[in-house]
Nanobody
């Protein structure tokens, strides 16, 4: 079955950086749409970054220029490089995967999440 395991979260000060990783297994990783979604306390889950199987990327407006999503198909691993972090980036970050058309709604498989906390 599909398994997604995130790592790399932590607590940093505003302006700092983090890199999240997501190890995928149980499916043909290179064929799947992959994404990072976050959820802050008391807020709805929101899409952060999406990457198609062909490498095309899509970002939430508020993270453009600060976050970079990438994938290593040889290692079945998804990454999210985050720089210039802001307190409003504080959330639990989830790795997600989906087959078929690549979209936020198409993400069907989820990891357990990793916490990112940004202090001012």
């Amino acid at each position: 079955q599909v398994q997604l395991v995130e790592s790399g979260g932590g607590s940093v000060q505003a302006g700092g950086s983090l890199r999240l990783s997501c190890a995928a297994s149980g499916y043909t990783y290179s064929n799947y749409c992959m994404g990072w979604v976050r959820q802050a306390p008391g807020k709805e889950r929101e899409g952060v970054a999406l990457i198609h199987s062909n490498g095309l990327t899509i970002y939430k407006d508020s993270v453009k220029g600060r976050f970079t999503i990438s994938r290593d198909n040889a290692k079945n691993t998804l990454y999210l490089r985050m720089i210039s972090l802001k307190p409003e980036d504080t959330a639990t970050y989830y790795c997600a995967a989906g087959a078929g058309f690549c979209s936020w709604d198409g993400l069907r498989y989820w990891g357990q999440g990793t916490q990112v906390t940004i202090s001012s």
